[in-house]
């Protein structure tokens, strides 16, 4: 479902120091549309322009954090689907470099469901929470595509056998999961738990240096950033050859029409 231009679907609200963006589309699962993708960038350039802002937290409404690419707002547009892959490859690049620069820590706090782009976002972020409903599958491969772009900030983060797992076989796992594999920070058993996670981590942040923060950020962010910019656009080429190849045209269809691809076997083993 499309959002239209105008409709505020990411809010910003700063409290001491802290601006928090706060995801609110929940009609398309928060899906990157071309407002949403605007909007929060221009919260993320507000933040780093401004000196009193010492971080940014990235949350969400609704009960998915974000599903990834909003590919039928583009179709809808009359992008054809080569145009409408590219667009949101685009996209997922621009912010998740914007959230890797920004010379500020970006928090993502996470109660919900973590699909596609939505692992961009928090693999890019320097720190990730995840509540008790929190759920995650990266399930590009059932749809005949691959993780391609979100590997950029995924692979440097999760265990090696973590991704061998996880990036092929497309399993549900949870907060707790994902945090002993790397893919979040912290799992918080509730609501309560991880407001005080949240808040220990921003009374640390509200008593460092703007200087030290950005000196900090840049450390634990180089070796990230200069392989991002080594391969991002080998990537994205491998994501456009997947995207218009025949598995994921019949992947897409599958998964539209709530049937089973050609190449699932999952029916014989169940006769």
């Not at 589309?25 to 605007?38: F, H």
């Not at 054809?80 to 706090?109: C, N």
């Not at 640390?204 to 000196?215: D, E, F, K, N, Q």
């Not at 840049?218 to 997947?242: N, P």
Request: aromatic share 4%; with cysteine.
């Amino acid at each position: 479902m499309s959002t239209p231009a105008d409709t505020e679907v990411v809010h910003s609200a700063v409290d001491a120091g802290v601006m928090t963006l706060t995801l609110d589309s929940p009609r398309n699962r928060n899906a990157l549309s071309r407002a949403l993708v605007g909007q929060l960038t221009s919260g993320l350039q507000q933040a780093a322009a401004d000196d009193g802002i010492r971080a940014v937290v990235l949350t969400h409404a609704g009960t998915t954090f974000c599903a990834g690419a909003d590919l039928g707002e583009a179709l809808k547009r009359g992008a054809s689907p080569d145009e409408a892959s590219a667009e949101a490859t685009a996209s997922m690049l621009d912010l998740m470099r914007t959230i890797l620069e920004l010379p500020k820590p970006v928090i993502a706090v996470v109660d919900g469901n973590v699909r596609a782009g939505g692992f961009g976002l928090i693999g890019a972020a320097d720190i990730a929470l995840a509540g008790p409903h929190s759920t995650f599958a990266l399930t590009e491969s059932r749809l005949g595509l691959a993780p391609s772009m979100i590997s950029l900030v995924l692979l440097p983060k999760m265990t090696a056998r973590s991704a061998g797992r996880y990036f092929v076989s497309g399993e549900t796992f949870d907060a707790p999961v994902a945090a002993s594999i790397g893919v979040i920070t912290e799992a918080a058993a509730d609501s309560d738990e991880l407001g005080k996670a949240l808040d220990g981590i921003l009374d640390g942040v509200r008593r460092a240096s703007p200087v030290g923060l950005a000196a900090s950020k840049e450390l634990t962010t180089a070796g990230i950033r200069e392989e991002f910019d080594r391969v991002a656009q080998r990537r994205a080429q491998e994501s456009a050859a997947l995207f218009a190849g025949p598995d994921a045209q019949a992947g897409m269809a599958a998964f539209l029409s709530k049937t089973r691809p050609p190449w699932d076997l999952t029916a014989a083993r169940d006769a």
